[in-house]
């Protein structure tokens, strides 16, 4: 019998925190689902993160109507995610921001992402039908970008690797507080999925380095005060380093995936167990770390059936995977069973079919305040995505 996901019996309501991290700064929490993040200038609000649906986006919409009748004319996705971006079109805002890579994910993946999780959290996309199709960016930069709302200058920044290819945060200098998306967490489990573990660490370095007072992370509490701020980046290190060393060192033997899983249930299960979207996210974390321990550099988008199986149905459709720079085959007889077996929904749509590539973990040589690419808009950050149905 296969396996359902953790997150497909989560049925029950969340309770929202509207949080003030800053001067006219809050954060928009519930209980380890996906937060927002409001920035309100002198004549207009950026708000970070659009939620799964409009129909999320509204709940947004109505606390920032508690502090502010500003108008919402700018929306800041730190990356692809479906979770993060569907809901964007209940903001009317006229313009929508990501990095480069975040719009290529979005191109390559989106809609695959959207079909995936929609089968996966049911919770958070009822009012479904109210999405109008893929969220496509209006502007995109390579790696900074400043956007000022009358005098407050808001700064957008690719520091790195770490959840997915093509993260952003969000620093507003005058309060020094940082909207980091799912780069950190707090007391909810990272997603890896889409991750790159080599990075992960060189990025939570960079946010570190800003020394900030507050942070609005991916899922989870507002961390207001260093102290807090700090044990939440050094939590997420560990979470992330706890999931890839046992898997890392199980590839290095030549093991399989199954005992992958039990080193890293082994490592994690101890500390993590409580957290939001733990089992959610385990399958996919470690199927994930065993490919990238392995040589398989980027997640690759897998078939577009969100119920896609793995094993020997994923060989006779796709092929046999790749062979990874190491010499290991992609993906062992055993494995193959165990993936089809254990891990519903299975990463190997995602990671099985990924193209081999340099080992990751490089440093970029840069402080992050350094100059960096510059900002995309209008047809150069726009496409006509295609309508979901």
């Not at 019998?1 to 953790?6: G, I, L, P, Q, V």
């Not at 937060?35 to 799964?52: H, K, L, P, R, T």
């Not at 290095?252 to 959610?280: N, Q, S």
């Not at 062979?323 to 055993?334: C, I, T, Y």
Request: hydrophobic residues 35%.
């Amino acid at each position: 019998m296969s396996k359902t996901f953790a997150s497909r019996g989560d049925m029950s309501e969340k309770t929202v925190s509207f949080t003030e991290v800053g001067c006219g700064l809050w954060a928009f929490t519930a209980e380890g689902d996906p937060n927002s993040g409001v920035i309100i200038g002198d004549d207009a609000v950026m708000v970070v993160e659009a939620q799964a649906t409009p129909r999320l986006a509204r709940q947004v919409i109505a606390r920032i109507r508690e502090v502010t009748d500003k108008p919402i004319t700018h929306l800041a996705l730190t990356h692809y995610h479906a979770v993060r971006v569907l809901g964007a079109a209940a903001y009317g805002a006229d313009q929508i921001i990501m990095s480069d890579t975040a719009r290529a994910m979005v191109a390559e993946r989106g809609q695959e992402d959207w079909d995936s999780e929609f089968q996966r959290f049911p919770r958070l996309f009822e009012g479904h039908e109210s999405i109008p199709g893929l969220t496509w960016p209006t502007t995109t930069f390579s790696d900074r970008m400043t956007v000022y709302l009358g005098n407050r200058r808001v700064d957008l920044m690719h520091l790195g690797r770490a959840h997915t290819a093509g993260d952003i945060v969000i620093h507003v200098p005058d309060e020094n507080v940082m909207f980091t998306g799912d780069i950190v967490e707090y007391h909810s489990a990272c997603y890896c999925g889409d991750g790159h573990f080599g990075d992960w660490g060189d990025t939570l370095d960079e946010i570190a380095w800003f020394d900030v007072d507050a942070i609005a992370p991916g899922r989870g509490d507002a961390l207001v005060g260093r102290e807090m701020v700090n044990a939440a980046i050094e939590n997420t290190r560990d979470f992330v380093e706890s999931t890839y060393a046992p898997a890392a060192r199980v590839a290095a033997r030549g093991g399989t995936l199954k005992e992958a899983w039990d080193a890293v249930r082994a490592a994690c299960d101890p500390k993590f167990a409580d957290y939001a979207i733990y089992e959610h996210c385990l399958p996919f974390n470690v199927a994930r770390a065993y490919d990238e321990a392995r040589g398989i550099d980027t997640p690759a988008s897998g078939p577009p059936s969100a119920t896609a199986r793995c094993g020997r149905r994923c060989r006779a459709e796709h092929g046999p995977p790749p062979r990874a720079r190491n010499g290991h085959a992609g993906q062992r007889g055993d494995d193959a069973d165990f993936r089809k077996s254990a891990l519903p929904l299975c990463p190997l749509a995602r990671s099985g079919r990924a193209r081999a590539g340099a080992p990751s973990g490089r440093r970029r040589g840069r402080r992050p305040g350094g100059a960096g690419g510059g900002a995309r808009s209008g047809a150069a950050g726009r496409a006509a995505g295609p309508a979901r149905r």
